[in-house]
């Protein structure tokens, strides 16, 4: 008669027995046979992996598709009784109700949810083109682009980028809110002149106009230094800023061009137009030298870094001011490639003109900053002022608590 094992016994040798699976060994100790696996057994098995992810890809793809339909025919069939039957919030509500009641594993059927199922409708009557474009991106995005996004076009250019850069919730949401729409390809180039027309057409849609630094504080006696050196301490947020496609090669390289030396700003390597791109900051109003100084960075950066393989590089000026035909007159004629466009930092250039020359600058804050501890000391009782202040603070926050 067989003992019962306990389960703490059964996890025993249920661990036994895969470790000896693991080390190839038989349930009786001998040593398995190693199996000899054909040569190209390691590419085999990466290829069906692949395929197998690949499908369940494709699965959860198939089932958002699905998803979106089937909220879109909700909505239209919401929108047709509200036509028709006159239907209100509160049968909406109750239709929510019943649905959940009926599909407890199914989420989605919130008052709420049905309110932009029929929004969604009403924004797409025709259902091809949900089924062939909207129902490729994710109900959340949808949402995002019905609530933020009013007209059409500019919506289909959010969705069209949505799905050609992967963009998630977030990601969408920063750009909407920093209006790229408006802001893409607005950049005063001579790209058309310079470069060969399926080039020129992609380089003129990767510079925006204006930068939004919301990253960096500035102030008036910022330097171009302080500048360059805020952009690189936030390069991830500087690169997004940026667009798809830029990898960041050096900030101040060096080139030397017969005996003399030379140092760029900036300095990416743009992935899909293949290409060096040369950026020179400027903190000053854009004057027409600087497209002058530019050329001739670009003619060195061809010369010196430039690979068979690369095309012509780019350069882009970054100013805090630039008038249209002033930068357009100083590229007309220019033999490079060059863009003008300016760039906004945060705070203080968002505030009104009688209020800026009013405002305490950086290093002045930071100057009160650190005469601060002295300040506490010198002053007559400071210690104890401190102390009660303390007390009081912590008396409040109980307050609160409770």
Not at 320 to 341: C, F, M, N, Q, T
Request: with cysteine; net charge positive.
């Amino acid at each position: 008669m067989g003992t019962k094992r306990s389960g703490k016994q059964k996890a025993v040798v249920s661990d036994s027995r895969a470790k000896r699976l693991a080390a190839g060994t038989a349930p009786g100790g001998f040593q398995r046979r190693s199996v000899p696996l054909p040569k190209d057994y390691a590419a085999v098995l990466e290829d069906i992996k692949s395929r197998i992810r690949n499908s369940q890809v494709r699965a959860v793809v198939s089932a958002n598709r699905e998803l979106i339909i089937l909220y879109w025919e909700i909505g239209r069939c919401i929108l047709e009784h509200q036509k028709k039957e006159g239907w209100g919030t509160k049968v909406v509500e109750r239709l929510g109700r019943d649905l959940r009641a009926a599909f407890p594993d199914m989420r989605g059927f919130s008052p709420r949810n049905l309110k932009y199922m029929r929004s969604f409708a009403d924004t797409y009557p025709d259902q091809s083109i949900v089924q062939q474009l909207v129902a490729q991106i994710p109900w959340g995005h949808n949402v995002i682009l019905l609530e933020r996004v009013k007209d059409s076009g500019e919506r289909q250019w959010y969705l069209q980028r949505t799905l050609e850069h992967g963009w998630s919730r977030s990601m969408l949401l920063h750009w909407i809110d920093s209006d790229l729409y408006a802001r893409q390809g607005k950049a005063v180039t001579n790209f058309k002149a310079a470069l060969p027309a399926p080039q020129s057409d992609l380089a003129e849609q990767t510079l925006k106009d204006p930068y939004v630094f919301d990253f960096l504080t500035m102030d008036a006696e910022a330097r171009e230094r302080d500048l360059e050196q805020g952009l690189l301490d936030h390069i991830r947020r500087f690169l997004l800023e940026l667009g798809a496609g830029f990898a960041f090669v050096g900030q101040q390289v060096h080139l030397e061009v017969d005996g003399e030396d030379f140092y760029v700003d900036l300095l990416f390597y743009h992935l899909e137009l293949r290409c060096f791109v040369v950026i020179d900051l400027k903190v000053q109003p854009f004057k027409a030298e600087f497209a002058g100084k530019m050329n001739f960075y670009l003619s060195a950066v061809d010369d010196l870094l430039r690979h068979p393989g690369d095309k012509p590089s780019i350069g882009i000026i970054l100013c805090k001011i630039r008038s249209k035909i002033v930068a357009e007159y100083a590229l007309r004629d220019l033999a490079k490639p060059v863009g003008v466009a300016r760039y906004v930092t945060k705070v203080v250039e968002a505030l009104p003109a009688e209020f800026k020359g009013s405002l305490p600058t950086i290093k002045q804050i930071e100057t009160e900053l650190k005469r601060a501890p002295k300040m506490a000391r010198d002053w007559p009782g400071g210690q104890s002022s401190a102390s009660k202040g303390k007390k009081r603070a912590g008396s409040t926050r109980g307050d609160a608590e409770t």
